[in-house]
């Protein structure tokens, strides 16, 4: 079978990238309500997606003036979080086959905390779940947890080294076959079967066992969206699904790349590793229907709410800058935690435009889509430029990022998979039960 395109969902509200979404006329207003992200998976479902998938920011973000106020107001990234395990186990009631990713901190969960949530998610979903690995960016997260500021960065990483090496322990310390629940002999759990973890790292210490079996798939599926040299060798280490944001098909392209060989140093086969970029839809009846929708995005950015966005990001509050400084003059003064991926992009937006741009038309660009590369035209011309980038081995597949909640999922599954169908880079039925059955992952033994 010629390679296949994985798809993902972004599953986010108020917004994801584009700071409108929850204002867009199209997008729903019961945020709060179940039936909202039930609805989005099994939507989602209907489009063959591999996964819906959750992000996890786990503060109010208030960087920008030193105040969460704008966030609240304008609704913008991080304005409201729900917990996602939670709302993907609601999912995974109303659906059968898609995977189910959500995001957990190494950096503030303890490893037996997230082995037991996404460990019970796996098992009651029939071995759909993933967990896609962060270490958390600043002081603000720290201080929900506890602690007045966050651990540097290339702590955090050992630090998530030792976490996974744990949690992934924790996955396997029962064997496959553990489970008994025999009723003439009284037999509930065979105890041979059951093993300590024993673990004990400099940051981490787990005796194990777990508290629940095995899932159908192992263990769920791993995911990482690392940009600095520590963050990719984690994900090389690690990863099963890797996140990447570039500007450009070359950029994509040689990320994919340095992820491959990263992976293949470590002994890894590269083909077991998904680079998914993100990639934000506007999908219209014919191509100046989408072009419209495009601009109408771009006109309803809030620059404030961007610049919140944007600060949270950097950790610079940019609040009180001019709106006319050269982008590039505060590219150079990024290098917080957190910072780098989001100044490489602003140098490539950057890099666009002959003259350079100010902070206002960088704001503008962010708010509409993150710098998210945005894929416009109808469905055919979408899914013509998403299996370009794919056929080009800039990605192994894409994250989709919405503009409306649950439109963008709705247009994609109808205008956009019947033609990656048609051109046989997107499967026409689920492949097995489990998620690493759909991605084509090798099931987890050990
Ligand atoms: C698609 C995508 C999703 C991400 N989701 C989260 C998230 O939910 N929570 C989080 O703290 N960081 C998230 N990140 C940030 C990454 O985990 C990572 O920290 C960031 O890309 C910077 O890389 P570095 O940690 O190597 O510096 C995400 C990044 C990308 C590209």
Same mark, same amino acid.
């Given at each position: 079978?010629?390679?296949?395109?994985?798809?993902?969902?972004?599953?986010?509200?108020?917004?994801?990238?584009?700071? $409108?979404?929850?204002?867009?006329?199209?997008?729903?207003?019961?945020?709060?309500?179940?039936?909202?992200?039930?609805?989005?998976?099994?939507?989602?479902?209907? !489009?063959?997606?591999?996964?819906?998938?959750?992000?996890?920011?786990?503060?109010?973000?208030?960087?920008?003036?030193?105040?969460?106020?704008?966030?609240?107001?304008?609704?913008?990234?991080?304005?409201?979080?729900?917990?996602?395990?939670?709302?993907?186990?609601?999912?995974?009631?109303?659906?059968?086959?898609?995977? =189910? @990713?959500?995001?957990?901190?190494?950096?503030?969960?303890?490893?037996?905390?997230?082995?037991?949530?996404?460990?019970?998610?796996?098992?009651?979903?029939?071995?759909?779940?993933?967990?896609?690995?962060?270490?958390?960016?600043?002081?603000?997260?720290?201080?929900?947890?506890?602690?007045?500021?966050?651990?540097?960065?290339?702590?955090?990483?050992?630090?998530?080294?030792?976490?996974?090496?744990?949690?992934?322990?924790?996955?396997?310390?029962?064997?496959?076959?553990?489970?008994?629940?025999?009723?003439?002999?009284?037999?509930?759990?065979?105890?041979?079967?059951?093993?300590?973890?024993?673990?004990? @790292?400099?940051?981490?210490?787990?005796?194990?066992? =777990?508290?629940?079996?095995?899932?159908?798939? @192992?263990?769920?599926?791993?995911?990482?969206?690392?940009?600095?040299?520590?963050?990719?060798?984690?994900?090389?280490?690690?990863?099963?699904?890797?996140?990447?944001?570039?500007?450009?098909?070359?950029?994509?392209?040689?990320?994919?790349?340095?992820?491959?060989?990263?992976?293949?140093?470590?002994?890894?086969?590269?083909?077991? =590793?998904?680079?998914?970029?993100?990639?934000?839809?506007?999908? !219209?009846?014919?191509?100046?229907?989408?072009?419209?929708?495009?601009?109408?995005?771009?006109?309803?950015?809030?620059?404030?709410?961007?610049?919140?966005?944007?600060?949270?990001?950097?950790?610079?509050?940019?609040?009180?800058?001019?709106?006319?400084?050269?982008?590039?003059?505060?590219?150079?003064?990024?290098? $917080?935690? @957190?910072?780098?991926?989001?100044?490489?992009?602003?140098?490539?937006?950057?890099?666009?435009?002959?003259?350079?741009?100010?902070?206002?038309?960088?704001?503008?660009?962010?708010?509409?889509?993150?710098?998210?590369?945005?894929?416009?035209?109808?469905?055919?011309?979408?899914?013509?430029?998403?299996?370009?980038?794919?056929?080009?081995?800039?990605?192994?597949?894409?994250?989709?990022?919405?503009?409306?909640?649950?439109?963008?999922?709705?247009?994609?599954?109808?205008?956009?998979?019947?033609?990656?169908?048609?051109? $046989?880079?997107?499967?026409?039925?689920?492949?097995?039960?489990?998620?690493?059955?759909?991605?084509?992952?090798?099931?987890?033994?050990?």
């Amino acid at each position: 079978m010629p390679r296949q395109m994985t798809l993902i969902g972004f599953y986010k509200i108020p917004t994801a990238h584009y700071t $409108g979404m929850w204002r867009h006329p199209h997008s729903a207003t019961n945020l709060l309500d179940p039936a909202l992200p039930m609805h989005a998976a099994k939507v989602l479902e209907e !489009g063959l997606f591999d996964m819906i998938f959750m992000s996890d920011g786990i503060v109010t973000p208030a960087t920008f003036g030193d105040r969460f106020d704008e966030t609240l107001r304008s609704g913008s990234q991080g304005a409201l979080e729900l917990e996602p395990s939670v709302v993907l186990s609601m999912m995974a009631t109303a659906t059968s086959r898609i995977g =189910l @990713g959500g995001t957990m901190s190494t950096t503030f969960m303890p490893p037996f905390h997230i082995a037991r949530i996404l460990g019970s998610l796996d098992v009651l979903s029939g071995g759909r779940a993933a967990w896609n690995i962060v270490t958390s960016h600043n002081d603000v997260q720290a201080q929900n947890f506890g602690s007045d500021t966050i651990l540097p960065a290339d702590q955090r990483y050992d630090r998530a080294d030792e976490v996974t090496e744990a949690v992934t322990g924790l996955w396997s310390s029962w064997e496959a076959d553990a489970v008994v629940v025999d009723k003439q002999t009284g037999v509930f759990v065979d105890p041979e079967k059951v093993h300590h973890v024993d673990y004990e @790292g400099e940051h981490v210490k787990v005796r194990g066992p =777990l508290s629940i079996p095995r899932s159908a798939q @192992g263990r769920p599926v791993l995911m990482q969206a690392g940009s600095s040299n520590r963050g990719m060798e984690f994900g090389a280490r690690w990863g099963e699904i890797i996140f990447v944001m570039g500007h450009t098909p070359e950029a994509l392209h040689k990320q994919r790349a340095a992820m491959r060989a990263k992976v293949a140093e470590l002994g890894r086969n590269p083909d077991d =590793l998904k680079v998914a970029a993100l990639v934000q839809p506007i999908i !219209g009846e014919t191509e100046a229907i989408a072009r419209e929708k495009q601009e109408f995005i771009r006109s309803t950015v809030s620059v404030d709410a961007a610049l919140a966005v944007l600060s949270a990001h950097t950790g610079i509050d940019l609040s009180a800058m001019p709106r006319d400084t050269a982008v590039s003059a505060i590219v150079d003064q990024l290098g $917080g935690p @957190g910072a780098r991926g989001t100044a490489a992009l602003l140098n490539q937006a950057n890099d666009a435009g002959t003259d350079g741009i100010t902070l206002e038309e960088a704001a503008r660009k962010f708010g509409a889509s993150g710098l998210t590369p945005q894929v416009v035209g109808t469905g055919e011309q979408v899914a013509e430029q998403l299996r370009e980038l794919f056929d080009a081995e800039a990605a192994d597949g894409f994250m989709i990022d919405p503009t409306e909640m649950p439109g963008t999922f709705e247009s994609f599954t109808r205008a956009v998979v019947p033609h990656l169908q048609r051109m $046989g880079v997107f499967r026409t039925a689920y492949a097995g039960e489990t998620l690493r059955d759909v991605l084509g992952l090798p099931s987890v033994v050990s």
